[in-house]
């Protein structure tokens, strides 16, 4: 699934694209065929990112929110396109390029209220725009009044908008602090930690374009050329990169979160 710097890295990259052109929107395989009418033709103005949730807004005031979930996906082709291949759910053809979404858990058009209905209901998300101090105090807030494991808040969109289990694993890998330990049991100093630690992977995601936690000199390869696992430390791994001890997963809020026992039994970090 598709983690917040993701979504950021596509919504620079879909503004970029289409920015200022009437965009030919349609849906190949039907479902989102209604929908598609209300916004086929109209200028596009601009595509933001909220936590794993995009929004294309039009100039009619109209937009369309995207959640790609586990299995959404983008295609981008040139413009005109090739016939669609598979269940396109929507198409948007610009001057030079157009872009097939097939997979995703919603796609729909919606107006300005129920955008800020679905975002009422999400944490900060550290990579949107606004000021880092205020939404690192609004999630500590819930941190520190939550008997439930830190494991299981920093998933929880409600908490912060944008970590998936990826961000997860390597999160509480690099500070080395147990995911098991409640949010009430974390002392300030330990949270400030994390949460830096948190906003420098999510920043370097977004720069690459895909979650790299791994240093130049740990893969010692370029960043940029790291694929796959290459690019993690702990998650999807077998043996812990720091005491070669073996990575286990454990199940937290309902996913497998990947760790070292030996390494990460902090409950304070400093
Ligand atoms: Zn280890």
Not at 218 to 242: H, I, M, N, Q, S
Not at 251 to 269: G, K, S
Request: one cysteine or more; hydrophobic letters at 35%; proline letters at 6%.
């Amino acid at each position: 699934m598709p983690e917040g710097h993701k979504t950021h890295f596509y919504a620079r990259e879909h503004t970029d694209w289409f920015s200022g052109q009437p965009l030919q929107v349609t849906s190949p395989q039907g479902r989102f065929r209604g929908d598609a009418r209300k916004v086929s033709g109209v200028v596009f103005d601009h595509c933001e990112a909220v936590g794993k949730h995009l929004f294309y807004h039009f100039e009619n005031d109209r937009m369309i929110h995207v959640h790609l979930g586990r299995y959404g996906k983008y295609r981008v082709h040139a413009a005109p396109p090739p016939p669609a291949v598979g269940a396109v759910r929507m198409r948007l053809v610009g001057q030079t390029r157009s872009l097939d979404l097939s997979g995703p858990t919603t796609c729909r058009v919606i107006d300005h209220e129920t955008r800020a209905k679905v975002i009422e209901k999400l944490g900060p998300d550290p990579l949107a725009d606004g000021s880092l101090a205020r939404k690192k105090a609004l999630v500590w807030d819930k941190v520190q009044s939550s008997k439930k494991p830190i494991g299981a808040l920093v998933l929880d969109q409600s908490v912060i908008a944008g970590v998936g289990n990826i961000f997860r694993a390597e999160l509480f890998f690099e500070t080395g602090i147990d995911p098991r330990t409640a949010g009430a049991a974390i002392d300030e100093t330990t949270f400030d930690t994390l949460w830096k630690s948190l906003i420098k992977m999510m920043r370097k995601g977004l720069k690459y374009g895909k979650i790299v936690t791994v240093t130049a000199k740990e893969a010692a390869a370029p960043l940029a050329t790291l694929e796959g696992r290459d690019r993690f430390r702990v998650y999807g791994k077998a043996t812990c990169p720091r005491c070669q001890h073996a990575i286990e997963t454990i199940e937290i809020a309902a996913r497998d979160l990947y760790w070292c026992p030996q390494c990460q039994a902090n409950v304070t970090v400093g």
